[in-house]
């Protein structure tokens, strides 16, 4: 079997190492046999999300998000139409929030989202603190472990399904306990980390979609020995919950800050 995967703009959007996502992709498929075929398209280039089975996008600071928005806005009506029509999607961070939307910058500036998720993100301004460091997220596939490192404070309209509840850290927002959004097989998520290389059952949901997709209903994954990633996911779970008080703090400051809502 054989499955193709779109990195969207690689050599822009891939802020703390979330070329790993795409790597852990491409290593549970050898292990199984299954060959993968990434292509990279970037600004400019066309792109047609029909001639893929998953799709992949990382973070950028607001600098790299401008560059991309206008791009992305041009190729966001195929995108969300294939996601809607079951097109497995993982977007980080930057990418997450370009998936919403809109996101209002620091500046004030409006960047258009390709409006797959029902959310919006405001940067509070250049002097409020950035959520920074260890989250633990309790999702459908378990525990998801990962960093975020964001400015942005991204609100969830009412009826748009979170990707977990956070248990450690600040989210979406640090305010309502939500964290990245899900629709249909796409996972939106401030998690980096990687966030697939710790987080296998994450991998293999977006993994077994595609492979459902393309081959039917019958495709399935075959079992990988997953020790190494079970006991990095526990350490980096461990190391999240002794930092927790500190997490709590950042919450109450959160609370404190408030937010934007739909119908508010």
Not at 31 to 58: H, K, M, T, Y
Not at 141 to 146: D, I, L, N, S, T
Request: a positive charge; glycine letters at 18%.
């Amino acid at each position: 079997m054989r499955l193709r995967l779109a990195h969207l703009y690689p050599d822009v959007m891939n802020v703390y190492g979330d070329r790993g996502n795409v790597i852990a992709l491409r290593h549970r498929c050898e292990a199984r046999g299954i060959a993968l075929d990434v292509r990279g398209p970037g600004i400019g280039d066309a792109f047609d999300p029909a001639e893929c089975d998953l799709l992949v996008i990382g973070g950028g600071e607001d600098r790299e998000q401008r560059r991309v928005a206008p791009d992305l806005a041009a190729k966001g009506p195929a995108i969300r139409a294939a996601i809607e029509a079951g097109l497995p999607a993982l977007a980080v961070c930057g990418g997450f929030q370009l998936f919403g939307e809109r996101y209002v910058d620091a500046d004030g500036g409006v960047l258009p989202g390709i409006g797959l998720f029902r959310m919006e993100t405001r940067h509070p301004g250049a002097g409020a603190a950035r959520a920074t460091g260890n989250v633990l997220v309790r999702t459908e596939f378990g525990e998801a472990v990962g960093f975020e490192n964001h400015g942005g404070r991204t609100w969830l309209a009412q009826g748009q399904a979170p990707f977990g509840a956070v248990a450690v850290g600040r989210g979406n927002n640090g305010a309502d306990g939500t964290e990245g959004a899900r629709t249909a097989n796409a996972i939106g998520t401030y998690l980096h980390g990687s966030l697939l290389p710790r987080n296998p059952a994450v991998a293999d949901f977006l993994l077994g979609a595609a492979l459902r997709r393309r081959y039917g209903a019958g495709a399935g994954l075959a079992p990988l020995d997953d020790a190494a990633e079970r006991a990095a996911r526990a350490e980096a779970g461990a190391i999240a919950r002794r930092g927790k008080g500190e997490g709590a703090w950042r919450r109450l400051r959160g609370l404190a800050a408030g937010g934007w809502r739909r119908g508010d």
